[in-house]
Nanobody
Framework: VQLQASGGGLVQAGGSLRLSCAAS????????MGWFRQPPGKEREFVAD????????NYADSVRGRFTISKDNAGNSVYLQMNSLKPEDTAVYYC????????????WGQGTQVTVSS
């Protein structure tokens, strides 16, 4: 599975951004798609994920109520709508795919930078 993330940029606190992740390749073997982020100088952390059929979403407590993950069921794209952005949301955001019968995310996109200014 190949993943291509896009949509990052610079935004002021309180603003919004929408990240996109296009999946290609053997997507039929994917169970879930997720977004992770790595803030400067910190470990990568979970943000949100969604079942491949578009149901069953999960969110990190830090983004619940502000971010929404969705799936384009007509295609192979996953989105992360980010509202009410805060400076602490500044990070490189990665999309990832989890194979069927696995508990780990095995495929990763290249990352897209999100910078929130105060």
């Amino acid at each position: 599975v190949q993943l291509q993330a896009s949509g990052g940029g610079l935004v002021q606190a309180g603003g919004s951004l929408r990240l996109s992740c296009a999946a290609s390749g053997r997507t039929s073997s994917t169970s879930r798609m997720g977004w992770f982020r790595q803030p400067p100088g910190k470990e990568r952390e979970f943000v949100a994920d969604i079942k491949w059929d578009g149901g069953n979403t999960n969110y990190a407590d830090s983004v619940r109520g502000r971010f929404t993950i969705s799936k384009d069921n007509a295609g192979n794209s996953v989105y992360l709508q980010m509202n009410s952005l805060k400076p602490e949301d500044t990070a490189v955001y990665y999309c990832a795919a989890r194979p069927l019968l696995s508990t780990n995310y095995a495929y990763w996109g290249q990352g897209t930078q999100v910078t929130v200014s105060s």
